[in-house]
């Protein structure tokens, strides 16, 4: 591959960054903005996504459904209060044509749940198709899960 333009590479970590302080802050609102109009998430595990079965645990193919699922959150869903803390590795690009970028992130997730408790909830990587321009977006982003054992509700996007 050729070399990657760094203010690219800026641009990609720059979107992750971004993406991972809001769901750390619980700004969830904030969540279907990092997608483009006809952006999609999905969260699988790696053995799934290894053996192209399309089995989600979470999918949204629309920022629409992701505003539905943030209402959701917070005025039907019943959940122990929780927050999250991400770790991102260095990103790598692993394609880049034109507008479109594809990246791949590793990701260490600690849940904090509301007596205090920290305890590592998720492992694995992020596989982003991101749309650059003046506000980078994420076009597909799919969240492999390292493990498919998931301790409880899965509530909070990752």
């Keep these: ?28 609102e904030d969540w279907p903005g990092f997608f483009s109009s006809t952006g999609r998430y999905r969260i699988t595990t790696a053995e799934n996504h290894a053996a192209g079965l399309p089995l989600c645990i979470v999918q949204a193919d629309s920022p629409a459904m992701m505003r539905d699922r943030v209402a959701a959150l917070r005025h039907a869903n019943i959940y122990e209060a929780q927050g999250y803390r991400h770790v991102v590795s260095s990103t790598l690009i692993t394609r880049a044509e034109g507008a479109i970028v594809d990246a791949v992130s590793n990701f260490h997730v600690a849940r904090v749940m509301h007596d205090g408790a920290t305890l590592l909830f998720a492992t694995g990587r992020y596989i982003d198709r991101i749309l650059l321009g003046d506000a980078p977006l994420f076009e597909d982003k799919r969240v492999l899960l390292d493990s498919r054992r998931i301790d409880t509700l899965m509530a909070i996007p990752l």
């Design 1 to 28: 591959m050729a070399t990657i333009d760094p203010r690219v590479q800026w641009q990609v970590e720059n979107l992750l960054a971004r993406y991972v302080h809001a769901l750390d802050d619980d700004r969830l």
